[in-house]
């Protein structure tokens, strides 16, 4: 697998950081939140290093295929069972703040808030 010494969650697959993980094969790792903004708050991350969406190609359809198709299924599992939101941050302006392609999955809760205000 492809990995940057630096990055947080090379880390975290390499198990060098623990996690709680709920999900884990040989493209993906899925695992709580350390800081969750909302009751079931996952995040799901390919194992190879890939800065952002930004940088994916054709290459990467599998993992990402595989990023969404499980997001469903782990959100449900998890205590989302009427809907969650599915978020990828990409670069400086999109709010991404570890550069490793991951995907939250947000959900557990009444009603999740506006993601941006139409003001």
């Known amino acids: 697998m492809s990995e940057d010494s630096n990055c947080i969650f090379c880390k ?8 709680r993980k709920v999900h884990e094969d040989d493209e993906i ?4 939140d350390v800081h969750p903004l909302a009751p079931v708050h996952l995040l ?3 194992k190879i290093h ?3 969406l ?3 190609s054709d290459s990467h359809r599998f993992i990402l295929g595989g990023m969404m198709a499980l ?3 782990l959100a449900v599992a998890q205590g989302a069972n009427d809907g969650f939101r599915s978020i ?5 302006v999109g709010g991404q ?4 392609l991951h995907m939250h999955i947000l959900g557990g809760q009444e009603r999740l808030p506006r993601m941006l205000s139409r003001t």
């Open 12 to 19: 975290i697959v390499s198990g060098a950081i623990a996690c």
């Open 29 to 32: 790792l899925a695992l709580h």
């Open 44 to 46: 799901i991350i390919p």
């Open 50 to 52: 890939i800065a952002s």
């Open 54 to 56: 930004l940088e994916c």
């Open 71 to 73: 997001a469903g299924r």
């Open 88 to 92: 990828i941050n990409t670069g400086r």
């Open 97 to 100: 703040e570890v550069y490793h």
